[in-house]
């Protein structure tokens, strides 16, 4: 069955208090390339964010324990952390000569007080000083006990091979012993780190002695999108990249270039991250408290409005949600669709989504959908055998597309 992009409104990842929160990062620690909040159980991610009301606020974090499907785990909280699950965050700074203040936080988890000792799905939260949520984000801490080898091809359903590719893959497992495979393992596949895409609950196709294969032609199919657009606002008081003017108000204002629409255009190969992010800046030693903020004008060519429909600005920038921040309102004076967004500087991809009245989301109506766009894939092997108690994830692969296979 085909997969279908709906909006997930899930509470997991949902701004609740959070309108003066902005660039929020959950990555490994120390690493320059790497996005995805996975890693090995007792290796390292930092949580940071910044709050522009620029003072000292008592934030805390917690981390919970889920299953497979992002639901609360059974165990306590003594079962999956040695030491305390809540804490506060003591790593606070202040932004120094920007025009926009703030202060920066930041905590590592885990860390000498909270010490993770069982692999899973996490959610990490971040509560204000009266314990309400005021973000969340998904993690993952993995065993290295199988080895997951990915291929993507292009689909080969007649109806989209032009639009979709398909994830096989292999999951090895030469020294656990998996008794019943459907019922013990699940398996998670998502395209570059955006949750509401996952494909869930697939089923092996062959179960062979230490191997489960997962060669299905039509189950793990993805629409290909289109490459993302991007900026770079390192030097935020010029032009640069994609930004085709530059002013000084009580903020910065960074004005791009206007996009046009790609669907019914040829797929062109354009170098991106996959929707992510970069915070930097040219113009200082420390990107953290010294890269400014800037209020980015986006604006899309549309001859007249997408009816029945809202449009948004997507991308990791705002964990691929869509909030009032990103919605683009139409002019039908100059026939734009328009919207203005704080960002901090640094490099960002992003994309154009639209939303109808069902909230189903649309990916691929303005970008379109091409299978030769090249894309990340993970999968995320899952194991609670009979008895256990709580979802081990016991593997993750990464593979991108090869345009060329």
Request: net charge negative; hydrophobic share 35%.
């Amino acid at each position: 069955m085909i997969k279908k992009l709906t909006l997930l409104l899930f509470v997991f990842t949902s701004v609740l208090n959070a309108q003066n929160i902005k660039t929020i990062q959950l990555r490994p620690k120390h690493s320059t390339n790497q996005y995805a909040a996975m890693v090995k159980l007792g290796q390292v991610l930092e949580l940071s964010f910044d709050d522009l009301d620029a003072d000292n606020k008592e934030y805390k974090y917690k981390v919970e324990h889920m299953t497979h499907d992002w639901k609360p785990s059974s165990l306590t909280s003594n079962q999956y952390i040695d030491g305390f699950d809540e804490n506060e965050i003591f790593n606070i700074s202040n932004s120094f000569n920007t025009l926009q203040p703030y202060t920066h936080y930041s905590v590592d988890i885990p860390n000498q007080n909270t010490i993770i000792t069982k692999s899973g799905n996490y959610l990490i939260s971040v509560l204000d000083e009266d314990y309400e949520v005021v973000f969340s984000r998904r993690c993952v801490f993995y065993e290295d006990i199988t080895t997951v080898g990915i291929a993507i091809f292009r689909s080969r359903d007649t109806k989209s091979n032009n639009q979709k590719q398909t994830v096989q893959f292999v999951v090895n497992h030469p020294t656990l012993a998996i008794n019943n495979p459907t019922q013990e393992i699940n398996v998670s596949v998502i395209q570059n780190y955006n949750w509401n895409n996952a494909i869930n609950d697939i089923q092996p196709v062959f179960i062979k002695p230490q191997q489960l294969v997962y060669n299905h032609t039509f189950k793990t199919n993805f629409w290909g999108g289109n490459e993302f657009l991007n900026f770079d606002s390192k030097h935020i008081r010029n032009t640069s990249l994609n930004i085709a003017k530059t002013e000084r108000k009580d903020i910065y204002n960074s004005y791009l270039y206007t996009n046009e629409p790609k669907a019914n255009k040829t797929y062109t190969y354009n170098p991106d991250i996959n929707g992510q992010f970069v915070v930097r800046t040219l113009e200082a030693d420390d990107a953290n408290t010294e890269a400014d903020y800037s209020l980015v004008h986006f604006s899309l060519d549309a001859f007249e409005p997408y009816e029945n429909k809202e449009v948004y600005v997507y991308g990791a920038f705002n964990n691929f949600q869509l909030t009032d921040e990103n919605k683009m309102k139409y002019n039908s004076v100059d026939r734009i669709y328009q919207a203005a967004i704080l960002f901090k500087q640094g490099f960002y991809n992003y994309s154009y989504a639209t939303l109808n009245k069902d909230n189903k989301v649309n990916l691929r109506e303005i970008d379109g959908s091409f299978f030769q766009t090249e894309n990340e894939y993970t999968v995320i092997v899952y194991y609670k055998p009979f008895g256990e108690i709580y979802d081990r994830v016991i593997g993750v692969g990464n593979g991108y597309f090869n345009q060329n296979r």
